[in-house]
Protein backbone atom coordinates (compact mmCIF):
# COMPACT_ATOMS: atom_id res chain seq x y z
CA UNK A 1 0.00 0.00 0.00
CA UNK A 2 1.09 3.33 -1.06
CA UNK A 3 0.75 6.74 1.46
CA UNK A 4 -2.70 7.21 0.10
CA UNK A 5 -4.36 5.50 2.81
CA UNK A 6 -7.19 7.46 3.88
CA UNK A 7 -9.62 5.60 5.72
CA UNK A 8 -9.93 1.98 7.79
CA UNK A 9 -13.52 0.69 8.68
CA UNK A 10 -13.77 -2.64 10.58
CA UNK A 11 -17.06 -4.23 9.46
CA UNK A 12 -18.48 -7.36 11.94
CA UNK A 13 -20.83 -9.28 9.25
CA UNK A 14 -21.98 -13.24 9.80
CA UNK A 15 -19.11 -14.67 8.25
CA UNK A 16 -16.30 -12.60 10.41
CA UNK A 17 -14.89 -8.79 10.92
CA UNK A 18 -13.65 -8.03 7.59
CA UNK A 19 -11.16 -4.67 7.35
CA UNK A 20 -11.97 -2.42 4.59
CA UNK A 21 -9.47 0.08 4.14
CA UNK A 22 -9.12 3.03 1.27
CA UNK A 23 -6.86 4.27 -1.25
CA UNK A 24 -7.29 7.93 -2.45
CA UNK A 25 -4.64 9.52 -4.54
CA UNK A 26 -6.27 13.13 -4.65
CA UNK A 27 -3.19 14.09 -7.17
CA UNK A 28 -3.25 11.04 -9.56
CA UNK A 29 -7.26 10.61 -9.20
CA UNK A 30 -6.28 6.96 -8.39
CA UNK A 31 -8.68 4.65 -5.93
CA UNK A 32 -8.00 2.00 -4.54
CA UNK A 33 -10.22 -0.38 -1.90
CA UNK A 34 -8.53 -3.35 -0.12
CA UNK A 35 -10.64 -6.10 2.01
CA UNK A 36 -8.73 -8.29 4.55
CA UNK A 37 -5.55 -7.56 3.10
CA UNK A 38 -6.71 -7.98 -0.63
CA UNK A 39 -7.49 -5.45 -3.31
CA UNK A 40 -10.65 -5.42 -4.87
CA UNK A 41 -11.08 -2.64 -6.69
CA UNK A 42 -8.74 -0.39 -8.32
CA UNK A 43 -9.16 2.42 -10.46
CA UNK A 44 -6.34 5.02 -11.95
CA UNK A 45 -6.89 8.52 -13.21
CA UNK A 46 -10.80 9.40 -11.92
CA UNK A 47 -10.50 13.06 -12.89
CA UNK A 48 -13.80 13.08 -11.09
CA UNK A 49 -12.41 13.31 -7.17
CA UNK A 50 -15.75 12.65 -5.62
CA UNK A 51 -18.48 10.25 -6.42
CA UNK A 52 -18.97 6.43 -4.86
CA UNK A 53 -17.36 3.09 -4.88
CA UNK A 54 -19.69 0.61 -4.40
CA UNK A 55 -18.62 -3.36 -4.06
CA UNK A 56 -19.14 -6.70 -1.76
CA UNK A 57 -17.69 -7.87 1.32
CA UNK A 58 -17.50 -11.41 2.86
CA UNK A 59 -19.07 -14.62 2.20
CA UNK A 60 -22.46 -13.30 2.81
CA UNK A 61 -21.95 -11.06 -0.34
CA UNK A 62 -23.11 -7.85 1.39
CA UNK A 63 -23.08 -4.76 -0.76
CA UNK A 64 -20.66 -1.74 0.77
CA UNK A 65 -20.49 2.05 -1.00
CA UNK A 66 -17.61 4.39 0.16
CA UNK A 67 -19.23 8.02 0.13
CA UNK A 68 -16.08 10.36 -1.24
CA UNK A 69 -17.20 14.02 -0.60
CA UNK A 70 -15.70 17.43 -0.74
CA UNK A 71 -15.59 19.24 2.52
CA UNK A 72 -13.53 21.97 1.83
CA UNK A 73 -10.72 23.33 -0.86
CA UNK A 74 -8.69 19.68 -1.17
CA UNK A 75 -9.75 18.00 2.24
CA UNK A 76 -12.41 14.91 1.64
CA UNK A 77 -14.67 12.88 3.95
CA UNK A 78 -14.53 9.60 3.39
CA UNK A 79 -17.97 7.48 4.48
CA UNK A 80 -18.84 3.83 4.60
CA UNK A 81 -22.43 2.35 4.41
CA UNK A 82 -23.67 -1.04 4.36
CA UNK A 83 -26.40 -2.17 2.63
CA UNK A 84 -27.43 1.37 2.06
CA UNK A 85 -26.91 2.60 5.72
CA UNK A 86 -24.22 4.23 7.78
CA UNK A 87 -22.15 2.05 8.95
CA UNK A 88 -23.48 3.10 12.54
CA UNK A 89 -27.06 2.67 12.12
CA UNK A 90 -26.30 -0.50 10.50
CA UNK A 91 -24.63 -2.18 13.34
CA UNK A 92 -26.99 -0.93 15.68
CA UNK A 93 -29.64 -2.58 13.54
CA UNK A 94 -27.16 -5.43 13.30
CA UNK A 95 -26.97 -5.86 17.13
CA UNK A 96 -30.98 -6.63 17.24
CA UNK A 97 -31.24 -8.66 14.61
CA UNK A 98 -28.08 -11.00 15.53
CA UNK A 99 -26.48 -12.75 18.89
CA UNK A 100 -22.80 -13.16 18.98
CA UNK A 101 -20.93 -15.22 21.16
CA UNK A 102 -16.98 -15.37 21.31
CA UNK A 103 -15.01 -18.34 23.12
CA UNK A 104 -12.19 -19.98 23.08
CA UNK A 105 -12.57 -24.03 22.14
CA UNK A 106 -9.45 -25.93 22.23
CA UNK A 107 -7.28 -23.11 22.27
CA UNK A 108 -8.99 -21.90 19.17
CA UNK A 109 -10.82 -18.69 19.31
CA UNK A 110 -14.20 -18.87 17.91
CA UNK A 111 -16.76 -16.55 16.92
CA UNK A 112 -20.38 -18.13 16.68
CA UNK A 113 -23.21 -15.53 15.13
CA UNK A 114 -27.11 -16.42 15.50
CA UNK A 115 -28.80 -14.75 12.38
CA UNK A 116 -32.34 -14.41 14.23
CA UNK A 117 -34.37 -13.43 11.48
CA UNK A 118 -33.06 -16.95 9.25
CA UNK A 119 -31.55 -18.94 12.31
CA UNK A 120 -28.27 -19.12 10.25
CA UNK A 121 -25.44 -20.18 12.72
CA UNK A 122 -21.95 -19.07 11.30
CA UNK A 123 -18.96 -20.03 13.53
CA UNK A 124 -15.71 -18.20 11.90
CA UNK A 125 -16.90 -17.46 8.42
CA UNK A 126 -18.64 -20.77 7.95
CA UNK A 127 -22.34 -21.36 7.68
CA UNK A 128 -22.73 -24.46 10.46
CA UNK A 129 -25.00 -27.27 9.27
CA UNK A 130 -27.56 -27.29 11.99
CA UNK A 131 -30.72 -28.98 13.41
CA UNK A 132 -33.67 -27.33 14.50
CA UNK A 133 -36.61 -28.87 16.48
CA UNK A 134 -39.40 -27.65 18.90
CA UNK A 135 -39.08 -27.95 22.84
CA UNK A 136 -41.73 -27.21 25.48
CA UNK A 137 -40.23 -24.06 26.22
CA UNK A 138 -39.21 -22.52 23.14
CA UNK A 139 -36.83 -24.13 20.06
CA UNK A 140 -33.35 -25.48 20.14
CA UNK A 141 -30.91 -25.57 16.76
CA UNK A 142 -28.12 -27.83 16.85
CA UNK A 143 -24.59 -27.90 15.71
CA UNK A 144 -21.37 -29.40 16.30
CA UNK A 145 -17.87 -27.48 17.05
CA UNK A 146 -15.30 -29.36 16.56
CA UNK A 147 -16.19 -32.87 19.45
CA UNK A 148 -18.25 -30.25 21.02
CA UNK A 149 -22.40 -30.85 21.29
CA UNK A 150 -23.95 -27.02 20.85
CA UNK A 151 -27.00 -25.64 21.34
CA UNK A 152 -28.97 -22.62 20.75
CA UNK A 153 -32.18 -21.89 22.44
CA UNK A 154 -34.65 -19.55 22.09
CA UNK A 155 -37.57 -19.29 24.19
CA UNK A 156 -39.12 -16.48 25.70
CA UNK A 157 -38.31 -14.24 27.94
CA UNK A 158 -41.72 -13.76 29.69
CA UNK A 159 -41.74 -9.93 29.10
CA UNK A 160 -43.16 -8.07 26.07
CA UNK A 161 -40.11 -5.90 26.13
CA UNK A 162 -37.43 -8.12 25.88
CA UNK A 163 -39.56 -10.82 23.76
CA UNK A 164 -37.34 -13.60 22.72
CA UNK A 165 -33.72 -14.66 24.37
CA UNK A 166 -31.22 -16.82 22.50
CA UNK A 167 -29.13 -19.24 24.40
CA UNK A 168 -25.57 -20.89 23.38
CA UNK A 169 -24.74 -24.41 25.27
CA UNK A 170 -21.69 -25.61 24.48
CA UNK A 171 -21.68 -29.31 25.91
CA UNK A 172 -24.96 -28.25 28.29
CA UNK A 173 -23.07 -25.56 29.77
CA UNK A 174 -23.97 -21.94 29.44
CA UNK A 175 -21.68 -19.45 27.42
CA UNK A 176 -22.35 -15.82 27.63
CA UNK A 177 -23.09 -13.21 25.05
CA UNK A 178 -20.74 -11.28 23.71
CA UNK A 179 -21.76 -7.25 23.66
Known amino acids: ?23 HGTTTGK ?13 DWMFK ?3 KETFHVGGTNTKATINIDAVSGFAYEYTLEI ?4 LKKYMENRSKVTSTWLL ?17 IWCNGQKMETA ?8 ET ?19 R ?18
Open 104 to 120: NLDGIDCRVVLEKDTMD
Open 31 to 43: RIIYIDGKEVIKR
Open 132 to 139: GEFVDDGT
Open 49 to 51: LVG
Open 142 to 160: HFTLGDHDCCIKAMSSGKR
Open 1 to 23: MSGDLVAVWDVALSDGVHRIEFE
Open 162 to 179: DGIIHMLLLDGMEISESE
Open 83 to 86: NGQS
